[in-house]
Nanobody, 124 residues
């Protein structure tokens, strides 16, 4: 079993920054590809960012490129999402997820384990 717990969400003004964290427990963390997704009210869950097991490969949604950065510390079993220059359209519940595959992937079906989510609200 793998359990993922997100933290770091909150309320921030447009143009501000937040850092989300996701702590894992259970099976070997370093072998998993990791991802961040988000879901706004009335919308589908969408891909945000992903990182390979080694941290050597990353990918981002076009809407967040240049503003968000994904990283991981395998010794701490933690993945991060640094969010800068936040916009009101970034408002959503953010979820971290782990894949049994080691690579970076934007495909939802590749992810087996999901956290409960953390709310991010950006005011204008």
């Amino acid at each position: 079993q793998v359990q993922l717990v997100e933290s770091g969400g909150g309320l921030v003004q447009a143009g501000g920054s937040l850092r989300l964290s996701c702590a894992a427990s259970g099976r070997t963390f370093s072998t998993y590809g990791l991802g961040w997704f988000r879901q706004a009210p009335g919308k589908e869950r969408e891909f945000v960012a992903t990182i390979s097991w080694s941290g050597g490969s990353t990918d981002y949604a076009d809407s967040v490129k240049g503003r968000f950065t994904i990283s991981r510390e395998n010794a701490k079993k933690t993945v991060y999402l640094q969010m800068n220059s936040l916009k009101p359209e970034d408002t959503a519940v953010y979820y971290c997820a782990a894949s049994l595959r080691p690579g970076a992937t934007s495909r939802t079906y590749d992810y087996k384990y999901w956290g409960q989510g953390t709310q991010v609200t950006v005011s204008s």
